[in-house]
C-alpha cells in the first residue's frame, strides 16, 4: 500500500531512445508533480499537474511529455534521450495549496541512465 | 526571486555534537517552509515544516522572518541521521522550491 509509487526504478537505454515512466498515488491528492534530482544532487521541478490539468510546466525541453489520464496516475514520456537526460526523476504529489496540508509525498525516483 | 540557499554543501560531525543546518530564503510573501530528508537511495520523506512547530527525531528548526532563515538544528548527532537534507520553501500553485541539500555526515 505504498503511497507514491514509480516504475520503473531504474532505466538504462541508449540515446535516441524513447521511454516513459509511470507515476500513481493512492492518496486521494489532487496534485502531482515530476522533479529531476541530477548528479549534484540537486532537485528541480519540472511538471505539475492538478486534477489532470496541467499548472506548472518548468523550462524543460520538449521532448519531456507529461500525461495525466486521471488524478492519480502522472507519467512522463521522453523522446529522442540524450546523455544530459540521465538523473533521478522523482514523481510526487500533495494536496493542492488552500485545501490544508501543502506536504509533497515522493515516490522512490527511478534512476535513468542514458548510454 | 524566489530562492532557498543551503550553503553547505557538506557538513561532517562527530556523533553526540551538535547540528546545525543553515537554510536561507527569499520570498516576499508569507513563507511556508519545510526540511526534507533523503537516506542513501530512499525517497524524499518529509522531516518538519515550520506551521507545526514539533520535534521530529530530535530536529528543530524555527522560522526567523527577520533574518530569512529556517535553520534545522539537533543538539545531539546520531550515525542514523547521516543524510541529504533539503529546506523547502512552497510557493503558490504548490511548487516547492528546494535548496541545494546538505550531505550530513555522523562519524563515530
Known amino acids: 500500500d505504498t503511497a507514491v509509487s514509480q516504475t520503473p526504478k531504474y532505466l538504462v537505454t541508449q540515446m535516441g531512445n524513447d521511454k516513459s515512466i509511470k507515476c500513481e498515488q493512492n492518496l486521494g491528492h489532487d496534485t502531482m508533480y515530476w522533479y529531476k534530482q541530477d548528479s549534484k544532487k540537486f532537485l528541480k521541478i519540472m511538471f505539475s499537474?492538478?486534477?489532470?490539468?496541467?499548472?506548472i510546466n518548468e523550462t524543460v525541453p520538449n521532448r519531456f511529455s507529461p500525461k495525466s489520464p486521471d488524478k492519480a496516475h502522472l507519467n512522463l514520456h521522453i523522446n529522442s534521450l540524450e546523455l544530459g537526460d540521465s538523473a533521478v526523476y522523482f514523481c510526487?504529489?500533495?494536496?493542492?495549496?488552500?485545501?490544508?496540508?501543502?506536504?509533497?509525498?515522493f515516490g522512490q525516483g527511478t534512476r535513468l541512465t542514458v548510454v | 526571486a524566489q530562492r532557498v540557499t543551503q550553503p553547505e554543501k557538506l557538513l561532517s560531525v562527530f556523533k553526540g555534537a551538535p547540528v546545525e543546518l543553515k537554510c536561507n530564503y527569499s520570498y516576499s510573501g508569507s513563507p511556508e517552509l519545510f526540511w526534507y530528508v533523503q537516506y542513501s537511495r530512499q525517497r524524499l520523506q518529509l522531516l518538519l515544516r515550520?506551521?507545526s512547530r514539533e520535534s521530529i527525531k530530535g530536529f528543530t528548526a524555527d522560522l526567523n522572518k527577520g533574518e530569512t532563515s529556517f535553520h534545522l538544528k539537533k543538539p545531539f548527532a546520531q550515525e542514523e541521521d547521516s543524510a541529504m537534507y533539503y529546506c523547502?520553501?512552497?510557493?503558490?500553485?504548490?511548487?516547492?522550491?528546494f535548496g541545494q541539500g546538505t550531505e550530513l555526515s555522523v562519524k563515530p
Open positions: 515550520h506551521i
Open positions: 523547502a520553501l512552497t510557493v503558490p500553485g504548490g511548487k516547492l522550491i
Open positions: 499537474y492538478n486534477n489532470k490539468e496541467l499548472i
Open positions: 510526487a504529489s500533495s494536496q493542492f495549496p488552500g485545501q490544508g496540508r501543502t506536504e509533497a509525498f
